[in-house]
Nanobody, 125 residues
Framework: QVQLVESGGGLVQPGGSLSLSCTASGNIVSINDMGWYRQSPGKERDLVVIITSGGSTEYADTVKGRFTIARDNAKNTTYLQMNSLKAEDTAVYYC???????????????????WGQGTQVTVSS
């Protein structure tokens, strides 16, 4: 079974910082792109940032200069460092990873997007 587990959400004051982590586990052959998305009530799920297996990044304009993504391939983990947080950053943050994996029933690797369970980030005074 392949899964992504997120941690690090919580409540923070405006201007504060928070870090999230996302760790993949299971029958993983390789991890390709990883990234973070967020969704607030009544809105669509939006891309926050993507990081490729080679380390290239693409940030949403709304978070450029404030958020930083990193990955530790040895730990199958990606991190999101969030600084200068604003109330508008309040959302459920989801980790996503495109992975090549071996399913429970088949030995042939398959490629699929996997999602974390989501973690709530609330920015409020």
């Amino acid at each position: 079974q392949v899964q992504l587990v997120e941690s690090g959400g919580g409540l923070v004051q405006p201007g504060g910082s928070l870090s999230l982590s996302c760790t993949a586990s299971g029958n993983i052959v390789s991890i390709n792109d990883m990234g973070w998305y967020r969704q607030s009530p009544g809105k669509e799920r939006d891309l926050v940032v993507i990081i490729t297996s080679g380390g290239s990044t693409e940030y949403a304009d709304t978070v450029k200069g404030r958020f930083t993504i990193a990955r530790d391939n040895a730990k199958n983990t990606t991190y999101l460092q969030m600084n200068s947080l604003k109330a508008e950053d309040t959302a459920v943050y989801y980790c996503k990873a495109e992975m090549d994996y071996r399913s429970t029933y088949y030995g042939v690797p398959r490629r699929k997007d996997f999602w974390g369970q989501g973690t709530q980030v609330t920015v409020s005074s």
